[in-house]
């Protein structure tokens, strides 16, 4: 068990290299062990989404290869950019930077937070200050943060993005936006919602999927615009609580669309659409299907954080559904840990 005030370690699983590589112009997530495997498993399908001749395949072959091998460097590749990042980049926002402060939360956010701590709360209580997206798939939204730090963020990323910093992917999927923990916005801003506020919430909410025991995250803007990402294709978040915040720019189109939870069968049959609300925050389990529909005019950005239990996911990798085969990783990694998290006697601190 790790000592009080040693840092915990966090890994990630190997299969993060071999699972769920996505390759957007068949609108797939495919396996990839080697050409043999990838003919043998996925052949059929391939050649009826418009894979058809040896030049296709060679060239799913090479992308394939070069997402394999992007992904093994990507723990050192994002430490190097953050050292980079922290030492040569002026932001046009320093006080986004500031530690969180209530003053940039909506009112509605801090008192769920404020009742989800107080003696004697319950699902049912909190269920009235939040709004219920979907009772069934147990999806819910609350205003987040204010429309004026909302706008400040929004600066400060679009000054980001027009400096000549490096800057990573978000996640697998998605092209365009900012990893939070690279711009060093992890410690003073995502840490802190994760750890003050979205714990209580999310222990009543989903108590069941690790949501009293969140002790990691990963977290990051994604970018929607004309002529750059559109849409999202259909897929579960390698996390077991997911908090999506638009922050804003005017635009029409990109609803989120949710289906059923990745290991249910007919898990997209009646997919429900919801409406982003500048600010508002929807919260859902990881393994819930979902995608954003295509963009029709503007720009949309959205704060995506991925909440992560390793309590939970320890015995269970979501991405391969196997127990986790752990490689060392950067900061949080995928958040696994090697050890139990040491069962914390509640009476003591109160």
Same mark, same amino acid.
């Given at each position: 068990?790790?000592?009080?005030?040693?840092?915990?370690?966090?890994?990630?699983?190997?299969?993060?290299?071999?699972?769920?590589?996505?390759?957007?112009r068949y609108?797939?997530?495919?396996?990839?062990?080697?050409?043999?495997?990838?003919?043998?498993?996925?052949?059929?399908?391939?050649?009826?989404?418009?894979?058809?001749?040896?030049?296709d395949f060679?060239?799913?072959?090479?992308?394939?290869?070069?997402?394999?091998?992007?992904?093994?460097?990507?723990?050192?590749?994002?430490?190097?950019?953050?050292?980079?990042?922290?030492?040569?980049?002026?932001?046009?926002?320093?006080?986004?930077?500031?530690?969180?402060?209530?003053?940039?939360?909506?009112?509605?956010?801090?008192?769920?937070?404020?009742?989800?701590?107080?003696?004697?709360?319950?699902?049912?209580?909190?269920?009235?200050?939040?709004?219920?997206?979907?009772?069934?798939?147990?999806?819910?939204?609350?205003?987040?943060?204010?429309?004026?730090?909302?706008?400040?963020?929004?600066?400060?990323?679009?000054?980001?993005?027009?400096?000549?910093?490096?800057?990573?992917?978000?996640?697998? =999927?998605?092209?365009? %936006? +900012? $990893?939070?923990?690279?711009?060093? #916005?992890?410690?003073?801003?995502?840490?802190?919602?994760? &750890? /003050?506020?979205?714990?209580?919430?999310?222990?009543?909410?989903?108590?069941?999927?690790?949501?009293?025991?969140?002790?990691?995250?990963?977290?990051?803007?994604?970018?929607?615009?004309?002529?750059?990402?559109?849409?999202?294709?259909?897929?579960?978040?390698?996390?077991?609580?997911?908090?999506?915040?638009?922050?804003?720019?005017?635009?029409?189109?990109?609803?989120?669309?949710?289906?059923?939870?990745?290991?249910?069968?007919?898990?997209?049959?009646?997919p429900l659409?919801?409406?982003? =609300?500048?600010?508002? %925050? +929807? $919260?859902?389990?990881?393994?819930? #299907?979902?995608?954003?529909?295509?963009?029709?005019?503007? &720009? /949309?950005?959205?704060?995506?954080?991925?909440?992560?239990?390793?309590?939970?996911?320890?015995?269970?990798?979501?991405?391969?559904?196997?127990?986790?085969?752990?490689?060392?990783?950067?900061?949080?990694?995928?958040?696994?840990?090697?050890?139990?998290?040491?069962?914390?006697?509640?009476?003591?601190?109160?």
């Amino acid at each position: 068990v790790a000592m009080a005030g040693t840092p915990r370690r966090f890994y990630r699983c190997a299969c993060f290299c071999t699972e769920n590589l996505y390759v957007a112009r068949y609108g797939l997530h495919l396996r990839f062990r080697g050409e043999q495997q990838l003919r043998l498993d996925y052949g059929p399908i391939l050649r009826s989404r418009g894979c058809v001749s040896s030049k296709d395949f060679e060239e799913l072959l090479a992308e394939l290869e070069q997402e394999v091998e992007r992904r093994r460097q990507l723990g050192q590749e994002s430490a190097a950019r953050k050292a980079l990042i922290a030492s040569s980049y002026h932001p046009a926002r320093p006080e986004v930077y500031n530690l969180l402060q209530d003053a940039v939360l909506a009112p509605e956010f801090l008192a769920a937070a404020q009742y989800s701590t107080s003696p004697g709360a319950d699902l049912k209580g909190l269920l009235q200050q939040l709004e219920t997206v979907s009772e069934e798939k147990r999806i819910y939204r609350v205003p987040v943060f204010t429309a004026l730090f909302c706008q400040a963020l929004l600066e400060e990323l679009d000054h980001f993005e027009q400096s000549d910093m490096p800057k990573g992917r978000p996640n697998t =999927m998605n092209n365009y %936006g +900012v $990893l939070l923990h690279e711009l060093g #916005l992890d410690e003073p801003l995502v840490t802190p919602l994760r &750890e /003050r506020f979205l714990q209580p919430l999310m222990a009543l909410l989903y108590p069941d999927c690790g949501g009293g025991q969140l002790d990691s995250h990963r977290a990051f803007v994604v970018k929607y615009a004309p002529g750059q990402d559109r849409e999202l294709g259909c897929h579960y978040d390698n996390a077991e609580l997911t908090l999506n915040v638009p922050l804003g720019r005017a635009f029409t189109g990109g609803a989120l669309y949710f289906g059923g939870l990745f290991q249910a069968p007919a898990a997209l049959m009646e997919p429900l659409e919801v409406q982003h =609300m500048v600010g508002h %925050g +929807v $919260l859902h389990r990881g393994g819930q #299907l979902h995608g954003a529909r295509p963009l029709v005019t503007g &720009e /949309r950005w959205n704060l995506v954080v991925w909440l992560r239990a390793s309590a939970v996911r320890n015995h269970l990798c979501p991405m391969c559904c196997r127990k986790p085969d752990l490689v060392d990783d950067e900061g949080f990694g995928d958040g696994f840990t090697r050890e139990e998290p040491t069962t914390v006697d509640v009476c003591a601190l109160t």
